[in-house]
């Protein structure tokens, strides 16, 4: 925990390698203070089939899973860090975005958690 799950067009992976991405989520996500570092995991899920605006323009949408307990404000610093980031790698890029969502703790379960 926390989850950042990037999906974006296959063109963007031309640009800047995915590693390089995954790296820039992982390092910025990190900086926050928000998270362990050794809890962050970030994937990528390039598409090569989609449409923006009914267009074939390149995208980037990030995806942040995180467990409840942050507040709103921390959430869109997060949400605001990562998409500046983002911007910096891919300035002709025009739709960069990222929305932020909880996992309830109540309901969440992992590996280590079953016996």
């Known amino acids: 925990m ?3 799950v990037i999906d974006c067009s296959e063109n963007v992976l031309q640009t800047v390698p995915a590693a390089t991405i995954i790296q820039e ?9 928000l998270f362990r ?3 962050i995991k970030v994937r990528i899920n390039p ?3 989609y449409t923006v605006g009914g267009t074939s ?13 942050r507040n709103t404000e921390q959430k869109k610093d997060l949400s605001t860090r990562i ?3 983002l ?4 300035p002709a890029v025009s739709v960069i975005s ?3 969502s909880d996992f309830e703790k109540a309901t969440y379960c992992n590996r280590t958690m079953v016996p």
């Open 37 to 39: 570092s050794g809890d």
């Open 98 to 100: 990222m929305n932020v």
């Open 57 to 69: 323009s390149d995208f980037i949408h990030v995806f942040g899973h995180i467990m409840q307990g």
């Open 87 to 90: 911007k910096h790698l891919f």
């Open 2 to 4: 926390p989850h950042f």
């Open 83 to 85: 998409v500046t980031q």
């Open 47 to 49: 598409y090569t089939m």
């Open 25 to 33: 989520v992982y390092d910025t996500a990190n900086a926050t203070g």
